[in-house]
Nanobody, 126 residues
């Protein structure tokens, strides 16, 4: 069971990036898939989540209207499209998944998600 993130990098403020999270060893058609991030010196925070059963999504307030989570079942991949990026979006971004999890309106709980990727660095700077 493995999750691999990609797509991070250095981008100027106002720019865009698309992160990918590809699973191997299990399918992303059950449960929920979430994106978390952790900036230096800060706690990890849930950014977005998608429930596979009904397609419902969650976004933390600071990214609403700028980030979009989506999935491609054929590629077993979940994406996080990030636009209008700000310096405060700088962090290591992780995807996490669990076939027995459903994200609530309050966002994903890291402790309830069993599979994690290694993270990808996103740096927003001029």
């Amino acid at each position: 069971v493995q999750l691999v993130e990609s797509g991070g990098g250095l981008v100027q403020p106002g720019g865009s990036l698309r992160l990918s999270c590809t699973a191997s060893g299990f399918t992303l058609v059950y449960g929920a898939i979430s994106w978390f991030r952790q900036a230096p010196g800060k706690e990890r925070e849930g950014v977005s989540c998608i429930n596979t059963s009904d397609g419902s999504t969650y976004y933390r307030d600071s990214v609403k209207g700028r980030f979009t989570i989506s999935r491609d079942n054929a590629k077993n991949t979940v994406y996080l499209q990030m636009s209008s990026l700000k310096p405060e979006d700088t962090a290591v971004y992780y995807c996490a998944a669990d076939n027995d999890y459903y994200c609530s309106d309050y966002g994903p709980e890291a402790a309830d998600l069993g599979s994690w990727g290694q993270g990808t660095q996103v740096t927003v700077s001029s």
